[in-house]
């Protein structure tokens, strides 16, 4: 079958006229709107903002939740402590840390934690605020005699061990073993929130300042911003625009992360 030469070409024109006219300026509006976004990311620290704020709100409303079975609660105190045992002491470090290494550092933290709960009271039990409250007396009793008895009995060789010793044993490794687990899915929950949350906020961002470059563009153009055709093209560009940014903004931070 041949093809009419004439409406082969009068096809081609038509796509090559909407390449052109919608298609590019598209890309256009995406590309510099990833550029904008990443930009204001360098220059201010958004993450770092984003991620304390986050995280500081997530141990107030786990000690909160922890309140009812322990009354004596220190926030700043719980907040103090994961800083210091994450990156000793630096809270910009920690996070402007990317959501897995954060969240990675807390639960590299939970082992000293475990090992020495007197001294880390408070952020245990944020930490662990929906745990079995029986666990945590058991791990970090109130009386300091016996924390001394039980962290010895944890030293112990195992064959010196009486049948008394063996069950207050088993009963302390058991308590500590599901207050890690229990720390451990409390951390993957906040690393999945803060990760969507993120994410979310920057999907939106890139749809609203694309929106705003097509309008800016239609201005430019000479054309009212009330005709249909720039009210379609506007959102168009939204649309497109606001979700190609971030796509190709995480394609230029793979790059990056191979070169690197």
Known sequence: MILDQ??????????????????????????LTMALIQTVKNM??????????????????RAHTA??????????????????LTTAGDSA????LPIEQLCGQINAATQIILDYPAHHWDLLRCLASQSNPDDLTITS?????????????????AVTLTDDEHNQDDDLVAARNRLSHQIQRAVDALQISIGF????W?????IVLSAVLAALAVIASGHPLS???????IILAAIFSGILAPIARDLVATIEQVRT
């Open 6 to 31: 004439p409406a082969a070409v009068q096809g081609l024109q038509s796509l090559t006229h909407w390449i052109l006219i919608i298609i590019l300026p598209l890309i256009g509006i995406a590309a």
């Open 44 to 61: 201010l620290p958004l993450r770092q903002w984003f991620q304390r704020d986050s995280v500081n709100s997530w141990l107030a409303v």
């Open 67 to 84: 309140r009812s079975a322990t009354p004596a609660i220190n926030v700043e105190q719980a907040k103090t402590d994961l800083v210091h």
């Open 93 to 96: 470090a920690l996070y402007s």
């Open 141 to 157: 009793p109130p009386n300091p005699a016996t924390q001394l008895a039980r962290r010895a009995l944890l030293r112990k060789p």
């Open 197 to 200: 949350r993120w994410k979310f």
């Open 202 to 206: 920057m999907q939106l961002a890139s």
């Open 227 to 233: 005709s249909g055709h720039a009210i379609c093209f």
